[in-house]
């Protein structure tokens, strides 16, 4: 009987130990790799990418993130070669402010909110969030994170 108790109280563990939390950790003096936008002034929007090497990248928005992601010009400042030097991708969701890995998230495009960035994704931990989001604020599509391309960034920032 006491293995079975044991067993069900590190199963049960195990549970709530597999449960990451992420952590955005800017400062007020934190500003936006692409826009030099401070992120404290609109922590909503910010987005931050983790490397192996301890370095990380904080934007303004998850379009900045994504032209970052995008760009391996500016990867060399943080002595990156690949995207298998990125450990974790961080969006805040949108309705509760929680940092999420970007790459589970999904993305609204074409909504009437508008980041510091100007027209943007706009994040959210879950599709149904997003679904609702989308339809009370004339979004035209979700996209997951593997959706979403470089030319839709390009397009968000006007340079198609």
Same mark, same amino acid.
């Given at each position: 009987m006491k293995k079975i108790m044991l067993g069900v109280l590190f199963f049960i563990s195990c549970l709530f130990a597999n449960e990451i939390k992420f952590d955005m950790n800017f400062t007020k003096d934190t500003s936006c790799e692409i826009r030099k936008i401070k992120l404290y002034q609109n922590p909503i929007w910010a987005s931050k990418i983790e490397f192996k090497n301890g370095k990380n990248a904080f934007f303004c928005s998850p379009k900045s993130m994504f032209e970052f992601y995008f760009n391996e010009e500016k990867w060399k400042t943080f002595e990156i070669q690949s995207l298998s030097d990125f450990t974790n991708i961080l969006i805040t969701d949108y309705k509760t402010s929680k940092i999420v890995d970007?790459?589970?998230?999904?993305?609204?495009?074409?909504? #009437?909110?508008?980041?510091?960035?100007?027209?943007?994704?706009?994040? %959210?931990?879950?599709? =149904?969030?997003? #679904?609702?989001?989308?339809?009370?604020?004339?979004?035209?599509?979700? %996209?997951?994170?593997? =959706?979403?391309?470089n030319s839709l960034v390009r397009l968000l920032n006007g340079r198609i």
């Amino acid at each position: 009987m006491k293995k079975i108790m044991l067993g069900v109280l590190f199963f049960i563990s195990c549970l709530f130990a597999n449960e990451i939390k992420f952590d955005m950790n800017f400062t007020k003096d934190t500003s936006c790799e692409i826009r030099k936008i401070k992120l404290y002034q609109n922590p909503i929007w910010a987005s931050k990418i983790e490397f192996k090497n301890g370095k990380n990248a904080f934007f303004c928005s998850p379009k900045s993130m994504f032209e970052f992601y995008f760009n391996e010009e500016k990867w060399k400042t943080f002595e990156i070669q690949s995207l298998s030097d990125f450990t974790n991708i961080l969006i805040t969701d949108y309705k509760t402010s929680k940092i999420v890995d970007a790459k589970k998230a999904f993305f609204v495009y074409g909504s #009437s909110k508008i980041s510091p960035a100007g027209d943007d994704l706009v994040a %959210f931990e879950s599709k =149904e969030d997003a #679904s609702n989001y989308l339809q009370n604020n004339n979004g035209k599509r979700i %996209f997951s994170f593997d =959706e979403v391309k470089n030319s839709l960034v390009r397009l968000l920032n006007g340079r198609i």
